[in-house]
């Protein structure tokens, strides 16, 4: 069981960076003020929202399992090291909701594609940290 949690977290994390980085993608290949720039923001671009948020309440209540097995694991006794990387992916979670719901409520393309890229880059962060979590 644990595996699969671990994996449905990885899976979900990547889900919302992959989201993200298909809309960053779709926004700077179009052109602004085109007829298929307005169709993706007005139709494309809430479900991929959609699809990158489900994504994040995935991860987050994963997150919280694969913590809760981590703490039996090793008896609530968590290294400065871990406690510290853990920190960090928290504040890269946060930071990256408030940086998806910001972009949610404006329609200006530009910034939302740049909300994503930020979104991206966060994930990205968050995912290779990840991967130094499952090593200790």
Known sequence: ??????????????????????????GLALTPGSEEHRNFVIRSAPKIDRLAMLAAALLFLT???????AALSRQFSFSTAFTTVLA??????????????????????????????AIVAMGSIALLLGLWLIGT
């Open 63 to 69: 997150g919280l399992v694969n913590l809760y097995e």
């Open 88 to 117: 960090i992916k928290i504040i890269l979670f946060v930071a990256m909701l408030a940086t998806m719901r910001s972009s949610m409520k404006t329609g200006a393309m530009n910034r939302m594609v740049k909300a994503h890229a």
């Open 1 to 26: 069981m644990t595996t699969t949690i671990l994996w449905i977290h990885a899976t979900a994390g990547a889900l919302w960076i992959g989201a993200c980085a298909c809309f960053v993608i779709a």
